[in-house]
């Protein structure tokens, strides 16, 4: 499995409850306690892989977050090299959208004491975000476009 494959998948899916069920994953429901009109959630994580994932209030699964880490356990993804480039720079990142014609959103910001670069790469039924910290490549949020 890839992971751009698991956008609009299921909770129950076989594939997610095997992955679960090998990393013994607890999903964690999140419902609007403060009356904000905010939608309820679902997330799952697997520290090992770096991975969290967030389902909505049906259900489906529409982010996850990837840190950039090594792992050490048994990895069940395929590498996606076609779909999910990981770019060591911003730049590179920026590089390839523009040569790709690919909509991008960009910016920078300091968050908990750290400068974090960041660039959005717009494509058909997803983004790909891109966080950079101290140059090198942190995290990668996949969502898709309907994702909240």
Not at 119 to 142: A, N, P, Q
């Amino acid at each position: 499995m890839k992971y751009l494959d698991l956008l609009g998948v299921k909770l129950k899916a076989d594939f997610l409850n095997d992955l679960f069920e090998t990393y013994e994953v607890e999903v964690v429901y999140e419902y609007d306690r403060t009356h904000e009109n905010m939608s309820d959630k679902y997330r799952a994580e697997i520290p090992d892989l770096g991975l969290q994932f967030v389902f909505d209030e049906n259900q489906i699964f529409f982010t996850l977050f990837i840190d950039q880490k090594q792992t050490e356990t048994w990895n069940p993804f395929e590498e996606d090299n076609a779909r999910l480039k990981r770019f060591t720079t911003k730049a590179s990142a920026r590089n390839y959208a523009v040569e790709n014609r690919i909509a991008i959103a960009e910016g920078n910001a300091e968050f908990m004491g750290k400068e974090r670069d960041w660039i959005r790469l717009d494509l058909s039924g997803y983004s790909i975000h891109y966080e950079f910290v101290g140059g090198c490549l942190r995290k990668i949020t996949i969502q898709n476009e309907n994702g909240a």
